[in-house]
């Protein structure tokens, strides 16, 4: 059974930094993608990144420069250094698994199979 536990939440300040962690466990394709998602209030789930199984890379616009997704495929975690955090980037974020398309991942929630509970980002201005 896949299980996905986000963790490293909390409340910042505008242009401060958090870091989240994902630990995935009971995951076993060989070619995998794991991203992270977020929603805000009244909005929709929007992707933000993702991370294949050779380590390449995928950033919605709105984060690029300022996020890093990375993983410890040792520990079986999924990371987001998120820094420079704006009010906007306020929503629960969820940790994602799924399997690459045509060797590539994407940030469409429809591509993910199993998702994390969820892990409250608060930044204030």
């Known amino acids: 059974q896949v299980q996905l536990v986000e963790s490293g939440g909390g409340s910042v300040q505008a242009g401060g930094s958090l870091r989240l962690s994902c630990a995935a466990s009971g995951y076993h394709y060989s070619r995998y993608c794991m991203g992270w998602f977020r929603q805000a209030p009244g909005k929709e789930r929007e992707g933000v990144t993702a991370i294949d199984t050779a380590g390449g890379t995928v950033y919605t616009r709105f984060v690029k420069g300022r996020f890093t997704v990375s993983k410890d495929n040792a520990q079986d975690t999924l990371y987001l250094q998120m820094n420079d955090l704006k009010p906007e980037a306020t929503a629960i974020y969820y940790c994602?698994?799924?399997?690459?398309?045509?060797?590539?991942?994407?940030?469409?929630?429809?591509?993910?199979?199993?998702w994390g509970q969820g892990t409250q980002v608060t930044v204030s201005s």
């Open positions: 994602a698994a799924g399997r690459e398309i045509g060797g590539a991942c994407y940030l469409s929630a429809s591509t993910y199979n199993y």
